[in-house]
């Protein structure tokens, strides 16, 4: 069988949970892992058998680049199986029912979910005095290697149901939340001193949210920004926050998702 695992990752969160499903899925399967701003139009999602598919939840709802890339697909030829996971840093609210049921339309069918507890990339920039904002659930690699036996054991399966996660009564109490995410984009400021110009936020900004001026420096454009932060997180020198008066006190650099430290 050939497996896709497709993710969108902000900062590092869903992309660790993807290459730890890769690293056990591809003993039984011949996968391909990719991130959904790296595919081109020539990619031709319906070559593949089983699908995995990750993403953030932002304001308790998928990422707008998850949401972007299952409206604008066309539909598979057939119905087939995909395990769809979400990653959180406090929970995820109905973010994985609301993707699961665009993915039905697309005859891509959700046979299993799973929400992972990570860092939150938002909470560590608000409130970087909050300790447990920056840990992952316990023992999360072996339970992310758990879920990809279930995989393996439910993609190679003559038939497969569909498995709609359950709506979420309580997450109406994060109505406020999901507002706020809708109406509010926090602005990006640029700390000029800390900047060396060299130009990782631009490259790195999947929304072309980061555009250079005259001396290289990056102009923040709000309209076009889909609030991953991570221009923050991955600036080499923390120029880039979200407080105009200071720098960012702890960001969760490259480093930090290192698989063998988890
Ligand atoms: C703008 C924004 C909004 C977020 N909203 C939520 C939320 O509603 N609930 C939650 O549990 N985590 C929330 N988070 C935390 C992220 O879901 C979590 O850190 C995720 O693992 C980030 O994944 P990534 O590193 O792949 O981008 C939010 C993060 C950001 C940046």
Redesign the pocket.
């Known amino acids: 069988m050939k497996i896709l695992i497709l993710y969108h ?7 660790l949970v993807a290459e730890v499903l890769n690293n056990k899925l591809r003993e039984l399967f011949e996968t391909k892992i990719i991130a959904v701003e790296k595919l081109s139009n020539e990619f031709v999602v319906d070559n593949y058998d089983g699908y995995v598919i990750g993403f ?5 709802h998928p ?1 707008g680049s998850i949401i972007k890339f299952i409206d604008n697909a066309d539909s598979l030829s057939k119905k087939k199986p995909a395990y769809i996971y979400t ?7 109905n973010a994985l029912r609301i993707f699961a049921k665009k993915c039905i339309r697309k005859n891509i069918i959700p046979t299993s979910n799973r929400s992972f507890r ?6 560590v920039l608000l409130f970087p005095f909050i300790n447990s904002l920056f840990t992952f659930e316990k023992n999360l690699v072996q339970k992310i290697e758990r879920e990809a036996e279930r995989i393996k054991k439910e993609f190679i399966r003559e038939s497969y149901r569909p498995n709609l996660p359950r709506f979420k009564l309580y997450s109406i109490l ?1 109505f406020p ?1 999901k507002k706020i ?1 809708q109406l509010i984009t926090l602005k990006i400021f640029l700390h000029k001193e800390n900047c060396s110009r060299c130009g990782k936020c631009i490259k790195n900004c999947n929304m072309n949210a980061m555009k250079p001026n005259n001396a290289n420096f990056p102009l923040f454009d709000k309209d076009n920004c889909e ?4 221009c923050i997180h991955h600036c080499p020198n923390k120029a880039l926050s979200l407080f105009k008066r200071k720098v960012p006190e702890k960001q969760l650099s490259e480093g930090f998702f290192d698989l063998s430290r988890r």
Do not use: E, I, L, Q
Request: hydrophobic share 10%; proline share 3%; charged share 10%.
């Open positions: 990752s902000g900062v590092g969160n869903t992309k953030p939840t932002y304001h308790a990422s990653t959180c840093g406090w929970y995820s609210g990570c860092t939150a990339t938002d909470g994060n939340n995410g609030k991953c932060y991570r």
